[in-house]
């Protein structure tokens, strides 16, 4: 084997690595937006529950004076 075909089959090695390595971060972005998705819409729904908790206990946020650092 010259030295351009083994030049040429290290770099195709190290091609299939970093194409392991891409689709292994990619993989993992998906599952990680995935997640993401799933806590926002979590955040979302205990946030309208507490709205409505508060809102059953004649509780209005809007009539709470602004906190003391304004």
Known sequence: MTSHE???VELEVRLAFID??????????????????????????LRSELASVRTGQGHDPHSEPPPPHY
Do not use: N, T
Request: charged share 30%; proline share 0%.
């Open 6 to 8: 083994q030049r040429l």
């Open 20 to 45: 392991d390595a891409v689709q292994a971060l990619v993989a993992a972005d998906a599952e990680q937006s995935m997640r993401i998705a799933a806590l926002e819409r979590m955040i979302h729904d």
